[in-house]
């Protein structure tokens, strides 16, 4: 499979979220999925993305 994450916010730290789209071996898409953290920073929504795109995985 394939994952690909993005996280962001207005400013740092601020309000972020994250997305990922996780898709096979043949680029078919499998799912995506999406979270809104609350308060925080950039590289926590990048990390807690990363974390839940591979628990999916």
């Given at each position: 499979?394939?994952?690909k994450i993005d996280?962001?916010?207005l400013?740092?730290?601020s309000c972020v979220g994250f997305v990922?789209?996780?898709w096979d071996l043949d680029g078919?898409?499998?799912l995506?999925?999406?979270v809104n953290l609350g308060n925080s920073n950039n590289l926590h929504a990048?990390?807690?993305a990363l974390i839940?795109?591979?628990r999916l995985c």
């Amino acid at each position: 499979v394939m994952l690909k994450i993005d996280g962001s916010t207005l400013q740092n730290p601020s309000c972020v979220g994250f997305v990922g789209l996780v898709w096979d071996l043949d680029g078919q898409f499998l799912l995506g999925f999406f979270v809104n953290l609350g308060n925080s920073n950039n590289l926590h929504a990048k990390i807690i993305a990363l974390i839940n795109g591979l628990r999916l995985c």
